[in-house]
């Protein structure tokens, strides 16, 4: 089994900053491509950041600029530092990750969610 537990999210002031993290734990090998979505109440889920195993990131052009993904890989960690929040970041924050497991199979798999909610 393998599985991401995110945390760090919370209630900050807009302009405030938060960061969260994103663990995976289970029999993992390796981990190929990481990212963070996010997803607010009756919109869709959508793609805020990538990193790829080798450290190349992509952002959604909402967040260039503000956010900053990066990661651990030593300890299989996924982090999403956020700067200068704004009331539209507000979201239920949700990690994914393409694994693969020491059976050698791929598996995408979803964390819990961490709400994010910034006030104005």
């Known amino acids: 089994q393998v599985q991401l537990v995110e945390s760090g999210g919370g209630l900050v002031q807009a302009g405030g900053s938060l960061r969260l993290s994103c663990v995976a734990s289970?029999?993992?090998?390796?981990?190929?491509?990481m990212a963070w979505y996010r997803q607010a109440p009756g919109k869709q889920r959508e793609l805020v950041a990538l990193?790829?195993?080798?450290?190349?990131?992509n952002y959604v052009d909402s967040v260039k600029g503000r956010f900053t993904i990066s990661r651990d890989n030593a300890k299989n960690t996924l982090y999403l530092q956020m700067t200068s929040l704004k009331p539209e970041d507000t979201a239920a924050y949700y990690c994914?990750?393409?694994?693969?497991?020491?059976?050698?199979?791929?598996?995408?798999?979803w964390g819990q969610g961490t709400q994010v909610t910034v006030s104005s």
């Open positions: 990193i790829t195993s080798a450290g190349y990131a």
């Open positions: 289970g029999s993992i090998f390796s981990i190929d491509d």
């Open positions: 994914n990750a393409d694994m693969i497991t020491t059976a050698r199979v791929r598996f995408n798999s």
